[in-house]
């Protein structure tokens, strides 16, 4: 850290499953792995040139281009797709300055690739209208690829062998046992920078953790716990992954495994790296030296006598230091929060040992892996960001595996400084016009500098700019442009705020007899609080001022100073450099007068001056993962939903805007914190767009993306972008959100540090909440079964499907329920009898609303492709079959029951004319068999046929199977019953 006297004193401060997809993407796409045949009107697709095998050179130009044809003259139109496995930034938009990059989206691309000496496997798409993809690929080879590496393929083998089968858990027997793992928090990503030596990251700590509920199938399914079952992991591979066939990745060590980071064959992270040692000579009296493993979690403080703990394939872990001795051990009062180990730690890339999860957490009854030290770089030296895992459940008696499922979690370098902090470009620019008035002029650079006056002639004009070349770099190398790139924002830093960012990674930071103080890379958030190095380590809240930049002890969160700082930020006209007063600082936009900044002069311009939206290449990618490695990849993403639509503009999620900005204006420039969002946590869920409904918005007008969901999670018209609550009153609007039954409501003590005393320089605490009043998909459970959204979902950013049927992402629901897609078929949890009773429909049985007559399935809905739902009861209390004049099963029942509010409640799904909406669209082919029953009453009934065959992307409505007049008998809807509206009542 940072040595300031105020840094000090605040380390002591610190030490059932739902029916019908509720999301934007029409139909799950279907793998080849179980269709029944290829589909003859899919489209054809080749890439042309170049030829599989050519060899490139990095940095250099290299043009792709393909075919494709339709096959369906009315799936018009088709949508192209390039994807270079991690290899390149994408195709450089023309007049872009700076760069702006974009995926391809054409038959023909021009593309670098930056990463030197690899292979790269090439995949080319085409997606016609009704979602039938095509693929090619070709493997490219960049520089010259290693040799001798190791041979990982019986493990590939194995797992291979060893994968659950595809549909494995639809027969919905009685006590078998299922795993449901899901990855928890996303978006997970490092940077590329080398974090050696003395490393200042300004990425946020990995945090990748995989939590999985374990059940034993019954009519209403049982949790089991620790008691029962161990829960371990091990390294997966997916036969069609999209990298490569022989994908895993077992180990984070690089190879050979005495081999540093920049010189290894395989490169993976450099994390656990210790820095070169030291004579005593050179040491001062305080020195301290630790890895990035270590520091990711103390910061730098006190890490000095950890000696590189955690160890290598090691996640990070709470520790503590015997002060006598000087010892570092696991504590044991946080053991549960060890971080985890590579199964291939105990010989790197020749085992992939089963590893125990961290711990069972019983209030959420749900066990979770903590910190697994997963990089993006498979063990054969490829990238890839999507690892895969096995999940096993072993019971505690016999010691035998009884289920198991693969999951997915994700991880990327690809968290860029250097489009901007390069040296020549804006923000390292050499011939700004900055002025000795510009140094140490900050709030804290200004106390700083009464304190401790800097002599005359080191007061300097201009911060101290590094190439490459600079600091003895390789130029292809982008752990070597990172670095650079870290330098400098580590000089402007230091220019302003009198802070010895620079001094620490040029060796130069030392005591008074001239001895080196620390050698250890740290992180950015050390200083700027974030919710991501509280919550996952299970540490105490702490912050500091970060609404009064005049205020000394001005230190802002992590999403402020980056999203709100740069969100300010202005291009001069010619985009040469950013708008600088006299002095050569920068100059802010005015949002306090001027709202958001959308100007042309904006660096991260969301839109253009028609109003039109921009890609995401032109603001968020820019520093988030996305051009190399794409972690925002789910079925929103496949729909066009930006960043914007979720989490508003730079300013917004920078908390420019008091939250509620609409009812809230006369706050604006408030130094309260409880008047703005919290970042991680005030974000939006599922009912913040989708309004339950999808009678409402066909016209796609009124602010509506489609049927029942809205284009943006907030009021356009809100410049803080706080996501729109949904009206927990209305059975529609409660329908999809994360926490249907009350907003998702918290509070977290804080220390927040207000001040600075002027006199001895310290901090002026005081404890007090960080409120969140947000519901949030994160944290959020359905009230059936009161299971996490991500567990049928997928998670934030990669819910399911991804569009590419083989991607890592779909194996979860493949293995599960035979398709990609939200986890939907009820056998996957429930035994087959589960919905015999009529009673065992409503909330009394499997969720938290006891309402009789209310379904109550995953988000009111009801039993998805169950014998028992649409085709016979089989139960003598059946009024409507007692006859034996009627069939339909217990679908007929509630069909004739109000909702909630006396509504149709079928109708919110299958649409108010009853002839199915998107929300009753079923993802695979389905068969419904009525051939048993006599054909002749089925005709009476309005039957259509005695075997109906629905293929996959079908809207199931009433008239599927018979007459819309037989629906409306007895309906709640009455006489509007059947009749195509946006709003149906009794």
């Known amino acids: 850290m940072p040595d300031r006297k105020i840094q000090t004193h605040r380390h002591k401060r610190r030490l059932g499953l739902i029916a019908f997809a509720p999301v934007i993407a029409v139909m799950a796409i279907a793998s080849p792995m179980v269709q029944a045949g290829v589909d003859v009107k899919a489209p054809t697709c080749k890439i042309l040139t170049p030829k599989t095998g050519v060899v490139f050179t990095a940095n250099k130009d290299v043009s792709f281009s393909a075919q494709a044809s339709l096959k369906d003259p009315i799936a018009n139109p088709l949508k192209y797709e390039w994807d270079f496995s991690g290899g390149v930034m994408g195709e450089l938009i023309p007049d872009s300055n700076p760069a702006v990059y974009k995926r391809p989206d054409g038959l023909k691309t021009t593309v670098q690739f930056v990463r030197d000496n690899a292979r790269y496997t090439v995949h080319f798409s085409a997606m016609d209208a009704q979602k039938r993809r095509c693929e090619s690929i070709i493997e490219v080879v960049v520089g010259t690829p290693p040799t001798g590496l190791p041979d990982v393929s019986a493990m590939v083998k194995d797992s291979q062998k060893n994968a659950p089968k595809t549909g494995s858990e639809l027969a919905g027997t009685k006590n078998d046992i299922v795993v449901l793992p899901f990855e928890e928090w996303t978006y997970q990503n490092s940077s590329d920078m080398r974090l050696l030596s003395n490393g200042w990251s300004s990425a946020s700590p990995l945090v990748n953790n995989l939590k999985s509920y374990a059940f034993k199938k019954d009519r209403l399914p049982v949790f089991l716990d620790d008691t029962a079952v161990e829960l371990r992991y091990s390294a997966a591979s997916n036969p069609v992954d999209p990298v490569g066939k022989d994908s895993i990745n077992t180990t984070s060590q690089n190879y050979p495994l005495t081999a540093n980071l920049i010189d290894a064959k395989i490169q993976k992270t450099d994390m656990w790296q210790m820095p070169p040692a030291r004579t005593a000579a050179e040491k001062s009296k305080d020195y301290f030296a630790c890895s990035w493993a270590m520091?990711?979690?103390?910061?730098?403080?006190?890490?000095?006598?950890?000696?590189?703990?955690?160890?290598?394939?090691?996640?990070?872990?709470?520790?503590?230091?015997?002060?006598?001795?000087?010892?570092?051990?696991?504590?044991?009062?946080?053991?549960?929060?060890?971080?985890?180990?590579?199964?291939?730690?105990?010989?790197?890339?020749?085992?992939?040992?089963?590893?125990?999860?961290?711990?069972?957490?019983?209030?959420?009854?749900?066990?979770?892996?903590?910190?697994?030290?997963?990089?993006?770089?498979?063990?054969?030296?490829?990238?890839?960001?999507?690892?895969?895992?096995?999940?096993?459940?072993?019971?505690?008696?016999?010691?035998?595996?009884?289920?198991?499922?693969?999951?997915?979690?994700?991880?990327?370098?690809?968290?860029?400084?250097?489009?901007?902090?390069?040296?020549?470009?804006?923000?390292?620019?050499?011939?700004?016009?900055?002025?000795?008035?510009?140094?140490?002029?900050?709030?804290?650079?200004?106390?700083?500098?009464?304190?401790?006056?800097?002599?005359?002639?080191?007061?300097?004009?201009?911060?101290?700019?590094?190439?490459?070349?600079?600091?003895?770099?390789?130029?292809?190398?982008?752990?070597?442009?990172?670095?650079?790139?870290?330098?400098?924002?580590?000089?402007?830093?230091?220019?302003?705020?009198?802070?010895?960012?620079?001094?620490?990674?040029?060796?130069?930071?030392?005591?008074?007899?001239?001895?080196?103080?620390?050698?250890?890379?740290?992180?950015?958030?050390?200083?700027?609080?974030?919710?991501?190095?509280?919550?996952?380590?299970?540490?105490?809240?702490?912050?500091?001022?970060?609404?009064?930049?005049?205020?000394?002890?001005?230190?802002?969160?992590?999403?402020?100073?980056?999203?709100?700082?740069?969100?300010?930020?202005?291009?001069?006209?010619?985009?040469?450099?950013?708008?600088?007063?006299?002095?050569?600082?920068?100059?802010?936009?005015?949002?306090?007068?001027?709202?958001?900044?959308?100007?042309?002069?904006?660096?991260?311009?969301?839109?253009?001056?028609?109003?039109?939206?921009?890609?995401?290449?032109?603001?968020?990618?820019?520093?988030?993962?996305?051009?190399?490695?794409?972690?925002?990849?789910?079925?929103?993403?496949t729909a066009g939903v930006s960043c914007f639509d979720c989490h508003g503009d730079m300013l917004a999620v920078g908390q420019a805007f008091p939250k509620n900005y609409l009812d809230n204006k006369a706050k604006l420039g408030s130094t309260e914190r409880d008047d703005y969002r919290v970042p991680w946590y005030d974000e939006p869920d599922c009912g913040s767009c989708h309004v339950g409904n999808a009678n409402i918005g066909n016209d796609k007008k009124n602010g509506f993306f489609s049927a029942g969901v809205m284009t943006k999670a907030f009021d356009t018209t809100d410049l803080s972008a706080t996501p729109r609550l949904a009206d927990k009153e209305n059975p529609d609007t409660q329908r999809f959100t994360a926490a249907p039954i009350e907003n998702y409501k918290t509070k977290f003590e804080t220390d927040f540090y207000s001040g600075v005393d002027t006199k001895t320089g310290d901090f002026q605490t005081k404890k007090v909440d960080t409120k969140v009043d947000s519901a949030l998909f994160r944290q959020g459970k359905d009230r059936h079964?009161?299971?996490?959204?991500?567990?049928?979902?997928?998670?934030?950013?990669?819910?399911?499907?991804?569009?590419?049927?083989?991607?890592?992402?779909?194996?979860?629901?493949?293995?599960?329920?035979?398709?990609?897609?939200?986890?939907?078929?009820?056998?996957?949890?429930?035994?087959?009898?589960?919905?015999?009773?009529?009673?065992?429909?409503?909330?009394?049985?499997?969720?938290?609303?006891?309402?009789?007559?209310?379904?109550?399935?995953?988000?009111?809905?009801?039993?998805?492709?169950?014998?028992?739902?649409?085709?016979?009861?089989?139960?003598?209390?059946?009024?409507?079959?007692?006859?034996?004049?009627?069939?339909?099963?217990?679908?007929?029942?509630?069909?004739?029951?109000?909702?909630?509010?006396?509504?149709?409640?079928?109708?919110?799904?299958?649409?108010?004319?009853?002839?199915?909406?998107?929300?009753?669209?079923?993802?695979?082919?389905?068969?419904?068999?009525?051939?048993?029953?006599?054909?002749?009453?089925?005709?009476?009934?309005?039957?259509?046929?005695?075997?109906?065959?629905?293929?996959?992307?079908?809207?199931?409505?009433?008239?599927?199977?018979?007459?819309?007049?037989?629906?409306?008998?007895?309906?709640?809807?009455?006489?509007?019953?059947?009749?195509?509206?946006?709003?149906?009542?009794?």
């Not at 992590?558 to 300010?568: D, K, N, P, V």
């Not at 969301?606 to 789910?634: I, T």
């Open 295 to 637: 520091t990711a979690y103390w910061v730098a403080y006190g890490c000095g006598a950890s000696q590189g703990l955690p160890t290598v394939d090691e996640g990070y872990f709470k520790a503590k230091v015997d002060k006598a001795t000087g010892k570092v051990s696991p504590d044991d009062q946080n053991n549960l929060e060890h971080g985890l180990f590579m199964p291939g730690k105990t010989k790197s890339y020749a085992t992939n040992t089963a590893q125990s999860f961290s711990q069972f957490q019983a209030d959420e009854q749900v066990f979770a892996a903590n910190f697994l030290p997963v990089t993006d770089i498979d063990d054969k030296g490829r990238v890839n960001p999507f690892p895969l895992w096995r999940v096993e459940a072993v019971d505690k008696g016999s010691q035998k595996v009884v289920a198991k499922t693969d999951a997915v979690t994700s991880t990327s370098k690809d968290f860029k400084c250097r489009e901007c902090h390069a040296k020549g470009k804006i923000a390292a620019n050499p011939d700004a016009p900055y002025t000795k008035e510009a140094f140490n002029s900050s709030a804290y650079g200004k106390f700083a500098e009464k304190q401790k006056p800097t002599s005359a002639d080191k007061i300097l004009s201009k911060p101290k700019f590094f190439s490459v070349a600079d600091s003895n770099g390789k130029e292809n190398s982008l752990f070597d442009q990172e670095y650079a790139a870290a330098l400098n924002y580590s000089s402007i830093h230091q220019f302003y705020d009198k802070i010895t960012f620079l001094d620490q990674m040029l060796d130069k930071d030392v005591d008074d007899k001239g001895k080196v103080n620390r050698d250890t890379p740290r992180a950015c958030y050390g200083c700027h609080a974030t919710a991501i190095s509280f919550t996952p380590f299970k540490t105490p809240w702490w912050d500091e001022e970060g609404f009064d930049n005049k205020n000394p002890a001005y230190a802002p969160s992590y999403s402020i100073a980056m999203h709100r700082f740069h969100g300010e930020l202005q291009y001069n006209d010619k985009k040469t450099d950013i708008v600088r007063d006299k002095t050569g600082k920068f100059v802010r936009w005015d949002w306090k007068t001027k709202g958001t900044n959308n100007s042309d002069k904006s660096l991260f311009p969301v839109f253009d001056k028609e109003g039109k939206q921009l890609p995401m290449e032109d603001n968020c990618l820019k520093c988030h993962s996305g051009h190399r490695e794409q972690l925002y990849r789910d079925r929103m993403y």
């Open 785 to 986: 079964g009161n299971v996490a959204c991500a567990a049928c979902h997928g998670a934030a950013h990669a819910v399911w499907p991804n569009r590419d049927p083989n991607a890592n992402d779909n194996v979860t629901a493949l293995q599960l329920q035979g398709h990609t897609g939200t986890i939907l078929e009820c056998n996957v949890c429930h035994s087959a009898d589960s919905f015999k009773n009529e009673a065992d429909l409503d909330g009394g049985q499997y969720s938290g609303d006891a309402t009789v007559g209310i379904l109550g399935g995953p988000h009111n809905t009801h039993p998805v492709n169950d014998p028992y739902w649409w085709k016979d009861s089989q139960s003598p209390d059946d009024v409507n079959v007692s006859d034996g004049k009627t069939y339909g099963g217990w679908h007929n029942n509630y069909a004739q029951k109000a909702g909630a509010k006396d509504e149709d409640q079928c109708a919110a799904c299958h649409g108010n004319d009853h002839k199915g909406t998107r929300l009753s669209k079923t993802p695979v082919d389905r068969t419904f068999d009525f051939s048993s029953f006599d054909f002749a009453r089925l005709q009476k009934a309005g039957f259509k046929a005695k075997v109906i065959n629905v293929p996959a992307g079908t809207p199931i409505g009433c008239d599927t199977c018979h007459s819309i007049k037989t629906s409306c008998v007895n309906s709640p809807a009455g006489s509007s019953c059947g009749v195509t509206s946006e709003t149906v009542t009794k």
